[in-house]
């Protein structure tokens, strides 16, 4: 069960989650490996859908502060995320922002900052409209990719038509020296969204075994040369410090986050739900945390949840 909050708050909702439909087996994928340009460097975008399938919607995710975008395609059983959304009907896009994975690398990797990705984001959508066609796309971003959508879309409002912001970073994680241009990546670091039993070690009853080997092998294979620190250097301020100014945006939003994350902001959680537009919904997710889009008790509530919010 969830908690679901139509906003504005009038009506206070309480419902339960239908089991998801089984995945067919035999579901066969298109995927398409693209280059745009911004900032003058190379960026890498995908894009996945139902083959054969005709897809006329299109979505965009936007990965978090230190591993890229193959975050949302956990290639394990029914875990990934870009093929659910696929299976909705959806052309499912993903962009490796500047420094990160398969795009280029800059040399400043602290340049690479919230205002700087966002930027990035805008050529991906201008891109993915000139292909498509479409005047309009939803957005979903994870964790610091809640900041940096929700930056581009305060610039420009007029290209998306809803927004999720999942595991929302509303203020800084903590005062911190960030100097070092990339980030050094490892394996014990890129399991730190997982969450942990009573002995700190990996809650296998939380997370799959397999989709925890999945999600660090693709850590290690695509991110193993480090990414840029511009984001962690917005990110390590005062705990005081607002970073997404949901009152600033202009059309509906989703607003959902696991009750067990150690990123949320509460209080400014609890400020952000009464100032959302209009149209807007916030979703709790009783023992979710950071990562519960590739949690055993929690994903299929997480895209459920999504579903809904993007065809209501």
Request: hydrophobic share 40%.
């Amino acid at each position: 069960m969830i908690r679901l909050i139509i906003l504005p708050l009038t009506i206070a909702l309480l419902i339960m989650i239908n089991a998801l439909p089984a995945v067919a087996s035999n579901d066969k994928y298109e995927v398409e490996e693209l280059a745009l340009q911004s900032h003058g460097l190379n960026l890498h975008l995908s894009r996945v859908s139902l083959l054969n399938d005709g897809a006329s919607k299109d979505i965009l995710l936007i990965h978090g502060l230190t591993y890229s975008s193959h975050v949302f395609d956990v290639d394990y059983k029914d875990y990934s995320l870009v093929k659910f959304l696929a299976r909705q009907g959806y052309n499912v896009w993903r962009l490796d922002l500047t420094g990160y994975s398969q795009s280029d690398k800059i040399s400043d990797g602290l340049s690479v900052n919230s205002d700087y990705a966002a930027e990035d984001i805008k050529a991906a959508v201008d891109y993915i409209f000139e292909r498509n066609g479409n005047k309009k796309i939803d957005l979903l971003g994870w964790s610091w990719g809640t900041v940096t959508t929700s930056r581009f879309i305060e610039k420009y409002p007029e290209k998306i038509r809803r927004l999720v912001i999942y595991a929302p970073i509303f203020s800084g994680v903590g005062i911190g020296e960030v100097e070092e241009s990339y980030h050094k990546n490892t394996w014990e670091h890129a399991a730190d969204d997982f969450q942990r039993d009573a002995t700190g070690k990996i809650d296998f009853s939380v997370i799959e075994p397999g989709v925890e080997a999945t999600f660090l092998s693709n850590c290690w294979r695509y991110d193993g040369n480090g990414s840029p620190n511009g984001g962690r250097k917005d990110l390590m301020v005062s705990e005081n410090l607002q970073l997404i100014f949901v009152e600033r945006l202009t059309l509906p939003v989703l607003i959902i986050e696991g009750d067990n994350d150690p990123y949320i902001n509460r209080s400014m959680l609890k400020t952000a739900i009464v100032k959302c537009p209009a149209g807007s919904a916030f979703v709790e997710i009783a023992g979710g945390g950071h990562a519960m889009m590739i949690e055993k008790s929690h994903y299929k509530t997480f895209r459920k949840a999504v579903k809904t919010f993007l065809e209501n």
